[in-house]
Each structure stands twice: as structure tokens, then as C-alpha cells.
């Protein structure tokens, strides 16, 4: 089945140690967003790649980046987590085109905790 | 400012107790609304996607209806494992096409036997 996959599922890492997140796709989709989410909040998107093309939101810290090296994979860099930085991380995928292409679809999260 | 906002936050239903939820929004330009269900420590799951008011979409026990203004998720008969959260975002209209999405903070739904 065509589907987002997330890895790992859970990271553990320590206050100022750098980690990166995975997200593959076999959806084919050239675009592609990685979403913060906080314990029962609403996800919060951090930037989108379309294509090749990086979209950063105006309010994402400059700690958090990300690398898309081809269609299939993208990956959130967090340089120095911050204990505020322990939430779940969404990776989506969208196809541009009509609208009735555009539905976002979601893998199942990395939960990352800061210690 | 655009915002997107459910009610009520959390609803405890018995089994077969039909309930509705609510996503009210004000937006400057609808492209789209869209209905995910979120389990537990997992990502979104697709429900649905409303474009104009007056449509509706049902999937199994599950309908949901647009207005200019809401829209609402019916549950009718609800089962225990429909317990999630329920998580309602608008597409704005934008002039790329991609269209970014802006979630309401979910309606949590939990079903009792």
C-alpha cells in the first residue's frame, strides 16, 4: 500500500544534542510538510518543500530545519532541542494540482522527548 | 485573523448515543475543509473533504455537512472504536496551489460500552 512512513516512531534525546527526523513517501507526491504537535493541540506546521522548494513558516524557530534529497525522503534537523521541543513531529504529503488532488496525508509521528 | 475553531472539546458518549461536533470558521477564502480522525500517539487519518456549502460526505457511521460559516460531524450510533480525536482544518485560498492548511485543536470523542 502507498503510504508515509516515519522513523523512528520515538526518539529520545538530550537538551543541546542534535537529532534528525525521517519521513519517507511512496505516494509520489511532490509536496511535502512537517508538522509540530503538542500534547491536545491543533498541529502546527514548521515548513513545507515543494518539489525542491523550501517554505519555511515566518514563526519557526531557526533551530528546527530540513532536507528533502529527492521526492521520496525529507528530514527535520533539530540543532539544539530545547525542552519545549518534546512533542509529536507529523510528516504529510500533497499532490499539487486541482483541488481535488490536494488532500494532505499523514504518516504516523515521531514523538520526540528531551531529556 | 483566520481561525478555525471545535466544539465541544471533549464528548463522552454511550454506545449508540448519536452526537454531533462542530468546526466553525472564519476564514478570508475557503478552498476546502477537511475532517481527520487522530487515534492516540498516531498521525492524522483522512475523513473527508468538503468544498461548498451544502455538500455532505458519510463514510460508515460518520457524515459530515458544510455551511458557509461550520460544519459539522454527525456520529450516528457510535461504536467504541470510533473514540478518537477529531480534528477538523480549512484550506485557505491562496494564490499558490498547494493550499495550507489550518487545523482547529480537535474534539476529543470517547465512546463507552
Known amino acids: 500500500d502507498a503510504m508515509v512512513i516515519q522513523n523512528p516512531r520515538y526518539q529520545v534525546t538530550q537538551f543541546g544534542k542534535p537529532v534528525t527526523l525521517s519521513c519517507s513517501q511512496t505516494?509520489?507526491?511532490?509536496?511535502m510538510y512537517w508538522y509540530q504537535q503538542k500534547s491536545s493541540q491543533a498541529p502546527k506546521l514548521l515548513f513545507h518543500?515543494?518539489?525542491?522548494?523550501?517554505?519555511n513558516e515566518a514563526d519557526t524557530p531557526d533551530n528546527f530545519q530540513s532536507r528533502r534529497p529527492n521526492t521520496s525522503f525529507c528530514f527535520l534537523d533539530i540543532r539544539s532541542p530545547g525542552l519545549g521541543d518534546a512533542a509529536m513531529y507529523l510528516c504529510?504529503?500533497?499532490?499539487?494540482?486541482?483541488?481535488?488532488?490536494?488532500?494532505?496525508?499523514f504518516g504516523p509521528g515521531t514523538r520526540l522527548l528531551v531529556l | 485573523e483566520d481561525q478555525v475553531t471545535q466544539s465541544p472539546e471533549a464528548l463522552r458518549l454511550q454506545e449508540g448515543e448519536s452526537s454531533s461536533l462542530n468546526c466553525s470558521y472564519t476564514?478570508?477564502?475557503?478552498?476546502?475543509l477537511f475532517w481527520y480522525r487522530q487515534d492516540p500517539g498516531k498521525g492524522p487519518e483522512f475523513l473527508f473533504t468538503?468544498?461548498?456549502a451544502g455538500e455532505e460526505k458519510e463514510k460508515e457511521r460518520l457524515k459530515a455537512t458544510l455551511t458557509k460559516k461550520e460544519s459539522f460531524l454527525h456520529i450516528t450510533a457510535p461504536k467504541p472504536e470510533d473514540s478518537a480525536t477529531y480534528l477538523c482544518?480549512?484550506?485557505?485560498?491562496?494564490?499558490?496551489?498547494?493550499?495550507?492548511?489550518?487545523f482547529g485543536a480537535g474534539t476529543q470523542v470517547v465512546v463507552t460500552p
Open positions: 505516494l509520489n507526491h511532490n509536496v
Open positions: 482544518a480549512v484550506q485557505l485560498m491562496t494564490t499558490d496551489s498547494w493550499g495550507k492548511l489550518q
Open positions: 518543500y515543494y518539489d525542491k522548494d523550501f517554505n
Open positions: 476564514v478570508s477564502g475557503l478552498r476546502g
Open positions: 504529510a504529503t500533497s499532490r499539487e494540482g486541482s483541488r481535488f488532488q490536494e488532500t494532505q496525508y
Open positions: 468538503l468544498y461548498s
